[in-house]
């Protein structure tokens, strides 16, 4: 039983970065055996895979994205962080944080990369 909600700039200029938040409720991040992933979708395309941070604070990355994506947490928030760097028009899309333990989703938010 947790909600998870991603917030964030709704247009993003080409090369700036961008930074997401996913507050979660529910449970305490630091429960171990807890994860959280971002994934993102663009338009008329199907989910990617971005990366998790574990209860732990482990972080993987798609090979992909890992040059110039970074994930973190503050534990005191129950706020998890995506950061990604030199963004560009094919990064437009929604992007979601996913509770691997509970099997639940944030509800999105877009994303646009434009001039």
């Known amino acids: 039983q947790v909600q998870l909600w991603e917030s964030g700039p709704g247009l993003v200029k080409p090369s700036q970065t961008l930074s997401l938040t996913c507050t979660v409720s529910g449970d305490s991040i630091t429960t171990s055996g807890r994860a959280w992933s971002w994934i993102r979708q663009p338009p008329g395309k199907g989910l990617e895979w971005m990366g998790v941070?574990?209860?732990?604070?482990?972080?993987y990355y798609s090979p992909s994205l890992k040059s110039r994506t970074s994930i973190s947490r503050d534990n005191a928030k129950s706020t998890v962080y995506l950061q990604m760097n030199d963004l560009k028009p094919d990064d437009t899309g929604v992007y979601y944080c996913?509770?691997?333990?509970?099997?639940?989703w944030g509800q999105g938010t877009q994303v646009t990369v434009s001039s």
């Open positions: 996913y509770d691997t333990w509970y099997d639940t």
């Open positions: 941070i574990t209860s732990d604070g482990s972080t």
